[in-house]
């Protein structure tokens, strides 16, 4: 089904935009919600994110992996790049995104086993980068408010969470497999 | 490996992979590296895997309830009719030396559109040069009006303008310090389309929809909050 799905989006049969977000919505707005905060700029975000893969054809191919990964990873930079405008745009909102960084919540993750594996292989990844990982993703902070806030050079930063998503890559690899 | 000539080898994704997957690039860093994997098969299977490494990490984010809603806007907006599609939205950014005057009266536009269309250089390094050109062309070509949008809010002190056709082939909006989340919706035949978001880059955003098909309405919205709009009058 994913396969056929895959194939008609790649062949922009018209209502494949449609049913490749009902397919992965959970994913997608999980993901711009994080990085958003609130449910209108979250839908508002997958909806910029879909539509501009949707007017760039040949943007996907399957040798680059999942469909489900490349509109994740979409949406990702649609609120990332959402967020920095947004604290570019206003000093006021930075400060404010800094003093209020997003609250740690109670709900219950997209998959609870997922979720344990992670938290267990950011566990064995080395503390320096475990830590820029968690500030880069969990966090949402861009690569020099992580310098900053680590008080290392950027060049340093990029390197260890490149090595730490790579290292991750490895050890969550397995999981996939099963 | 064929695919990799001293060209892209200069230029591999390298660590750069992983920071496009956990979306921490810039809209420019991130444009060079979809070039890059367009022609570089080792650099996409990587980033590729970078990708599906940041969706397991996703699995562990919160899960939120999912809007039907969504699937409805994102359905409309792919199955808008053929001629939308064939004129689907091109995104002309002018430099920005040339924005003041696109607010100030007819005569300052028509110039701007003069000092801009002789000034190609500026232009130059944009993958869409071609498609800018066209666009200026048309443009400064044609007959055309142009109207300030009304902001939907008092409060609001949104500044865009809209120039179009004296037909309604085209028409071009024209956003000073756009807010996030920009959407362009035009009205066509009492049927309204929403043309997407425009990119965001820099202070002026703007907007050229090539065949237009006589719109009457044009209103800009923030997410899902209208910010703007002008009704289109075509009297001779
Ligand atoms: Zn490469």
Excluded at chain 1, 26 to 55: K, S
Excluded at chain 2, 165 to 172: E, I, L, N, V
Excluded at chain 2, 183 to 194: C, K, N, S
Aim: aromatic share 6%; net charge neutral.
């Amino acid at each position: 089904m994913e396969e056929r799905l895959v194939e008609e989006f790649i062949a922009r049969r018209p209502d494949a935009l449609g049913r490749a977000y009902e397919q992965y919505a959970p994913q997608l707005i999980a993901v711009a919600r994080h990085a958003m905060g609130n449910a209108a700029a979250a839908e508002d975000c997958v909806h910029d994110a879909l539509l501009r893969v949707w007017r760039t054809p040949g943007s996907f191919r399957p040798e680059r992996g999942s469909l489900r990964a490349f509109l994740i990873a979409c949406v990702r930079n649609e609120a990332m790049s959402t967020l920095r405008g947004s604290v570019r745009r206003d000093a006021r909102e930075r400060r404010a995104a800094l003093l209020d960084p997003p609250e740690e919540t109670t709900r219950e993750p997209l998959d609870f086993l997922d979720a344990e594996r992670v938290r267990a292989a950011l566990a064995r990844l080395p503390e320096e980068q475990r830590a820029a990982i968690v500030q880069a993703y969990f966090k949402n902070r861009s690569q020099s408010e992580i310098a900053d806030h680590l008080g290392v050079p950027l060049g340093t930063i990029k390197s260890r969470i490149s090595l730490g998503l790579r290292k991750l890559q490895l050890d969550l690899g397995e999981v996939r497999a099963t | 490996m064929s695919d990799m000539n001293d060209n892209i080898a200069r230029a591999h994704v390298g660590e750069n992979a992983e920071l496009y997957a956990l979306g921490l690039l810039e809209a420019r860093e991130r444009a060079a590296i979809d070039a890059h994997v367009a022609g570089c098969s080792t650099c996409l299977r990587r980033v590729g895997e970078a990708e599906e490494t940041a969706a397991i990490l996703a699995q562990s984010l919160p899960r939120y309830a999912v809007s039907p809603r969504l699937a409805e806007r994102l359905a409309r907006a792919a199955n808008a009719p053929e001629q939308v599609r064939a004129g689907r939205p091109v995104v002309v950014h002018l430099p920005r030396r040339v924005h003041p005057a696109w607010f100030a009266g007819m005569a300052a536009v028509a110039a701007a559109i003069a000092i801009t269309f002789s000034g190609y250089e500026t232009f130059r390094e944009r993958s869409s040069l071609q498609t800018e050109e066209v666009a200026l062309a048309t443009v400064a070509r044609s007959h055309f009006f142009h109207q300030t949008l009304a902001n939907a809010a008092p409060s609001d002190s949104l500044t865009a303008k809209v120039l179009y056709a004296r037909d309604g082939a085209w028409f071009y909006v024209i956003v000073d310090e756009p807010p996030p989340a920009l959407h362009v919706m035009e009205t066509v035949g009492g049927v309204e389309r929403d043309l997407g978001p425009p990119l965001t880059d820099g202070r002026v955003e703007t907007l050229f929809v090539p065949n237009a098909g006589h719109p009457s309405q044009i209103e800009l919205r923030s997410g899902s909050t209208p910010v703007a709009s002008a009704r289109l009058t075509y009297a001779p």
